[in-house]
Nanobody, 118 residues
C-alpha cells in the first residue's frame, strides 16, 4: 500500500490550494478515502472523508464549508480543494483509506506541507 500526496505550498490567508493523493497497492474503489493533517508539535487529525463512490463527503467541523473532498476511482486519486485558508490550517497533510474518521492502513506517505501565512 502506498500513498503519494502533492499540491501543498505557501499561501496567504484567504487563499486556496488543491491537494492530490495517488494511491496504489489496494482496490481503491473498495474503500473510503480521507485526508488528515498534522500541525507542528501536534497529533495527526482527521480533516475530510469520502465514501467509496464519492456520493457522501464528510468533514471535520474546523474545515466544513471551506474544504471539498473528491475522488476519481478510475485514476485511483483523491483530492482536497481548500478555500478560505486560515493560518490554523498550516500543517502537513496526509491521505489514507478510511472507515469513518479512522484511517485504515498503517502505511503513510510523506505528506504535503501547507503553510498559510501573511
Amino acid at each position: 500500500v502506498q500513498f503519494v500526496e502533492s499540491g501543498g505550498g505557501m499561501v496567504q490567508p484567504g487563499g486556496s490550494l488543491r491537494l492530490s493523493c495517488t494511491a496504489s497497492g489496494f482496490t481503491f474503489s473498495d474503500y473510503g478515502m480521507g485526508w488528515f493533517r498534522q500541525a507542528p508539535g501536534k497529533g495527526r487529525h482527521f480533516v475530510a472523508g469520502i465514501n467509496w463512490s464519492g456520493s457522501n463527503p464528510y468533514y471535520s467541523d474546523s474545515v466544513k464549508g471551506r474544504f471539498t473532498i473528491s475522488r476519481d476511482n478510475d485514476n485511483m486519486t483523491a483530492h482536497l480543494q481548500m478555500d478560505s485558508l486560515e493560518p490554523e490550517d498550516t500543517a502537513v497533510y496526509f491521505c489514507n483509506a478510511v472507515a469513518g474518521h479512522s484511517f485504515f492502513f498503517d502505511s503513510w506517505g510523506r505528506g504535503t506541507q501547507v503553510t498559510v501565512s501573511p
